[in-house]
């Protein structure tokens, strides 16, 4: 085989492999971006698909690394999702496929980082950059249970810094302190989600189902925590989510989202 065949292969090969290098900090930093971003573009009066498309595209590479690892199939659900709401095909309720299925992706990537903490000196940063991503969802629900006191992103951040700072002896309690709360985040934002269908089930059905859809997302986030300390709870959660809107019950849901905690509001 000639050298120059051969030199062509080998550079192939080699600009595949860095096609698949991995992900690098600046990644993860314009991931969290373009996820905020993303929030911003859809809560516009005048919703602009294409340029929510475009930043999803700055998204992908995470998102396929993640349902690889995972199981998850979000790059064809947000891909599918962003096509019905350009098709003005039920885009209240199919945005939040986009926005609520990047911020299980998120957590899913905290959490490979968090298993990594002691064997990578990079994981701490790219906990804290993923975390940039999610935020929002934590302030948001420190105004609805909170009085906007941050209670939710204090004790977030308080864990961030130790975990930057790697103070070893307090690793593992920062590591289970951001565990917990972002179980109590997305707990929270469950029952939030429940809370407003109680209120609007007489007077607003469509807007149910964009709850609905908020509640499901938001519940897969935290369901294999409820999963392995109660499939009962799980089943009854589950089955609620899926159901009537008349059958929600905002306090049966936080007795059961409360087998993943000891208790969510506190």
């Keep these: 085989m000639k050298k120059s065949v051969v030199f062509v292969i080998l550079t192939f090969f080699s ?3 860095n096609s698949q290098a991995k992900t690098g900090i600046s990644d993860i930093k314009a991931y969290a971006k ?6 911003q573009l859809r809560k516009q009066k005048e919703v602009n698909w294409k340029e929510i498309a475009a930043q999803y595209e700055i998204t992908a590479k995470i998102v396929k690394d993640i349902d690889s690892k995972h199981g998850t199939n979000y790059d064809k659900e947000i891909l599918e999702a962003l096509k019905k709401c350009e098709a003005n095909e039920n885009p209240k309720v199919n945005q939040q496929i986009i926005g609520k299925g990047l911020q299980h992706v998120t957590v899913l990537a905290i959490q490979d980082e968090l298993k990594n903490i002691n064997k990578s000196k990079l994981a701490s940063q790219n906990i804290a950059a993923f975390f940039e991503g999610i935020r929002p969802t934590f302030q948001r629900r420190d105004k609805d249970f909170f009085e906007d006191k941050k ?6 951040d308080q864990a961030l810094k130790t975990l930057l700072n790697n103070e070893a002896k307090n690793q593992m309690t920062s ?3 951001l565990e917990n709360i972002l179980f109590r985040t997305y707990a929270l934002s469950v029952l939030f989600e ?5 209120s609007i089930r007489e007077s607003n059905l469509p807007e149910c189902d964009v709850k609905r859809m908020e509640a499901q997302i938001f519940y897969r986030i935290i369901q294999p925590q409820i999963k392995k300390k109660s499939p009962s709870a799980d089943e ?6 899926s159901g009537s809107y008349a059958t929600m019950n905002a306090k ?4 059961n989202l ?3 905690r000891q208790n969510i509001k506190n």
């Design 15 to 17: 600009l595949s492999f």
């Design 34 to 39: 373009a996820e905020v971003t993303i929030e």
């Design 151 to 156: 209670n939710l992103e204090n004790i977030a």
């Design 175 to 177: 590591r289970m302190e």
């Design 194 to 198: 429940v809370i407003e269908i109680e």
């Design 236 to 241: 009854a959660i589950s089955k609620m989510l």
């Design 252 to 255: 049966f849901l936080e007795e």
């Design 258 to 260: 409360s087998y993943g």
